[in-house]
């Protein structure tokens, strides 16, 4: 089983040292060997525009290319961004908080690798976390965002819908999936999937009350896990309204019911310096007839074992959900679930290890062909001290996982200390690094650059 | 247009600025990048205003894609450039380019040896252009806005919240400066009222953190829409009070020469 780990920093930002955290990636289903990787990583050179990581060779070497709509002068180029490409045509998409303002943008390109900056397809304000979803269906690119909008409180669960998103004027609608009371608003993880048949799942975290204080980093919220669907693309009206839970008659299947999670405001040595927040993630079986098949992955807090991920299925829509965890982690977060074309689920997910200054970031890659089984693979295991945090996410607030035809893409944040012990699949760096001194060098080849948190591409082929 | 204030213009806008030898036109240092016309390769003779990431570039040859004007293979330019494409090498976008003058450089490198302090300098000289009121003095007093207070009552009162609940959220606190002297605008009284961002979120983690006893020059805004949501701050903002969000808008003491010639000149 081929296992691909490369640190993704170019040859030629040697002495970077920027905390580049929350990683998503997109891999082009019509050609595998274009991928585009993403992150809190700053223009270089603190330009108008905000990089992207495009590997044109299957995620061997990554360059950066700076075409994501910003300002010059900003402090922070960009905010939360999750791409995706479409399923055919070679179309790449995306949310955005973008700068100056930290608007969500709708951005779009047809050609990653060119200099010419991403069209922006609309904007509003008051918006968080925007996660992106495509597929081409019938020559119609489908794209779905999901977000936070605060514009719709307290019901701010939304997901953004074009479905025709490649014509010259797409139109993006607003879905509000939330349909009960919240406390004031939900959570910012709102996770969309498709399956080319037709069906759109979404997940997010239904806020219903809160306690503790988010500026005194002792917030708690105590939220049900829901999952929506929409049968048609969530092309008509009335949308993500076909799965109705059985309690209340409401659309939108509770899944976990009333589970508290933290809501911090920033992350302490305890949590391995990551502010914890929940983490949600949803799967659907992309195989002909399987668009029942759904995982999802999310966590709570629990007394003994921490922020704790829970794992779980459905193979009826969404309507019916196992009764116990199929897979329980404790103390960890980033969960990310990806479903390949023979119907093997893949977990990426990162856990906090150790006590004290013995603690660590592992992050670990698990298969399993049935729920059941599952496998392990370790990516990374490295300091949770190490470096000190620059701001929050430490990490990121997710990683992400996407399949292609039988292969599993993913990407991670992580200390990036050149030591083949923190990587036990191997790795690859493009920065200039010397293994046996454990050392990151300069574009020189001789002096020596400071440890930072640098993002990891991975690819694992049956 | 007189050539100093064309340079002014061109620098305002690069971050990226070196004095360079064309080795080869029509020609890249990566194979990424498309060659055509505009392109040439410029081997970094001196840098002049670089961050940090850039400084080990003098000596090694770059991709630049032009900007307005010719160049012409052998000769040194200065070039005024932003970032494009970083890979196995280099390549930048060139806004535009002179000959490199002795003047030329001398007029761009407020500290000949060090091109970050020199690109810092420039930062803080087009943050005091548009600054509204730059001030020296010390922070006497940190608290929390009213509407702040009000807010957080209410939603640990409640359980639920009125307000959004993000992790983007600046977390506003007040710094009160007592005044030792007005560099630029006007303000009535001895104290002035500055709002800022007490989060470590990716948003905000740049914007200067104050603190009881902290003395320096402050470069003070009413309305700092390039740098971050200005709503975000505005509906809390008083008639009275500013924002500083920019890293370089609070400097040191020492600096205040050089903050006081800027505050005279025009905006870039």
Redesign the interface.
Known sequence: MPVLVVNMI????S????QD??PAITVNPANPLEIVGTA?TP???????A?IFVS?DGGN??????IVPS??????PT?DICLAFASAGGNLYGGI?GQ????FETLRTPAF?N?TPMEVLGHR??N?QPFTHAITNAGQDHVYIGN?D?QN??RTATVDVSTNANAAQPKFQSARIETRQT???DG?QIRPVAHADGKVYAAFYGWR???G???GNT?VVTTDVVVVRDDQNAAGANLFQNLIDPADGLAGRIVARGVRIP?N??GVAATGQQ?L?GTLSIAVDPRPNQSNTVYLAWADLQPQTGHTLHVRRSTNGGAVWSPADLLTIANATNAALAINSEGTVGLLYQQLTGTGTNRRWVTHFRRTPDGMAWSDMIFATTPANIPG?????YLG?YDHLVAVDKDFYGIFSANNTPNLANFPQGVKF?RNADFNTQTLL???NT?SVPVSIDPFFFKVSD | MAEGTRSEELAAQAKFIFQGTVRRVRAATMREVPVTDNTVVVRVDRLIHAPEALTDYAGQEITVQLGAGEVEQGQTYVFYANGWVFGDSLAVQSLGHEAATAPAVARLSSHPDDPVRSLASHEAHIQATQADLIVTGHVSAIRLPAAEVTARTTAMASGQTTERISEHAPLLQEAVIDIDEVIKGSHEGKQVVVQFPTSTDVRWYQAPKFHTGQDGVFLLHKDQRDVAAHAALAASLGPDEYTALHPADVQPLEELPRIRLSAQARIP
């Open positions: 170019p040859r030629s930002l002495r970077e040292t920027n955290s929350e809190f223009d270089p050179m603190g330009g108008p525009v990089p044109t070497t990554w360059r950066l290319n700076s300002v010059a002068n900003t402090t922070v905010g908080l100056p303002s930290f608007e690798s200099p304000p008051d968080d936070n605060f409180q307290p406390a004031g608003q910012p009350a809160q306690s204080s988010f500026p917030l809501f405001r920033n502010r927040g945090k620059l701001f929050d996410p607030d493009q300069a574009l020189d002096t």
